[in-house]
């Protein structure tokens, strides 16, 4: 059997198993399915790479976040999570959501929700109606190595380093939109149990539209514009990623037998 046909013959076998699983145990047998304990012991091919964005619209049902008149944060932040969403998926990255309408979550259910998916960004989206422009916070928690078990409270400290590499590409693309942007370190309970490079992303009124707060956070072209923005720098982010997975490939392939 030349080697193209041992592939094909594996391949399909492979494909065939993982049918099988699938009809007697349902989508979740997939991954099981694909082990090599249950393809007898055959390595599976690497996984592509894979690149998973979860967008946190915070607040939500009881908890309105920021309130004038009309407007609330929640609504604001489930607004900007759908558009960004979409500006994502349209340009093939995978993306989670923790809410889809009106809903009261917990903090755990949202990081519940953020881990399972592990992502390689987490944005919790929020908005302000006082300071100006974006304001990007990465956790405060000081930075530890990667371990075995974590302390969910504190899961972050194993990412907070490639959370300020997030943060940092965030501020570059919503900088060159001509948008005011502000660092900060804070405690954030969702980010903090967080297990992915995860940046609090506060949307603060636009100063220069003369607008009052509220109009200017309403104002679609400034919603497009921050949603632009971020988009962009995840886009970025992905570059980046995906380059470093590339050179570690042709690293490996160099040295090969
Ligand atoms: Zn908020």
Not at 162 to 171: C, D, F, I, M
Not at 206 to 211: A, L, M, R
Request: with cysteine; proline share 5%; charged share 15%.
């Amino acid at each position: 059997m030349s080697f193209a046909q041992f592939e094909k013959s594996t391949g399909l076998r492979r494909f065939a198993t993982a049918n099988l699983f699938r009809r007697i145990l349902g989508p979740v047998s997939i991954f099981l399915a694909l082990t090599p304990s249950v393809i007898g012991g055959q390595t599976p091919a690497p996984p592509g790479p894979r690149f998973v964005v979860v967008l946190d619209a915070a607040h939500g049902g009881d908890d309105t976040g920021g309130h004038s008149g009309n407007w609330t944060e929640k609504a604001f932040t489930l607004a900007l999570s759908v558009r960004l969403r979409s500006l994502l998926q349209a340009r093939g990255i995978e993306v989670v959501t923790t809410r889809e309408q009106d809903e009261t979550l917990a903090a755990e259910q949202r990081d519940a929700i953020s881990n399972h998916a592990q992502a390689q960004a987490c944005l919790s989206l929020h908005a302000s109606l006082s300071g100006s422009g974006v304001h990007l916070f990465v956790s405060s928690l000081a930075p530890v190595q990667a371990a075995r078990f974590v302390p969910w409270k504190t899961a972050q400290a194993t990412a907070v380093a490639r959370s300020l590499g997030l943060a940092g590409v965030l501020n570059s693309a919503l900088g060159q939109a001509g948008l005011n942007v502000t660092l900060g370190r804070t405690a954030l309970p969702v980010v903090d149990s967080m297990t992915c490079p995860a940046v609090a992303v506060e949307v603060a009124p636009d100063p220069s539209s003369g607008e009052t707060a509220t109009e200017s956070l309403n104002d679609a072209g400034y919603q497009a514009k921050v949603a632009e923005a971020l988009a962009g720098a995840l886009l970025e982010w992905r570059q980046n990623g995906l380059s470093e997975s590339v050179h570690e490939v042709s690293r490996k392939g160099a040295h090969a037998p």
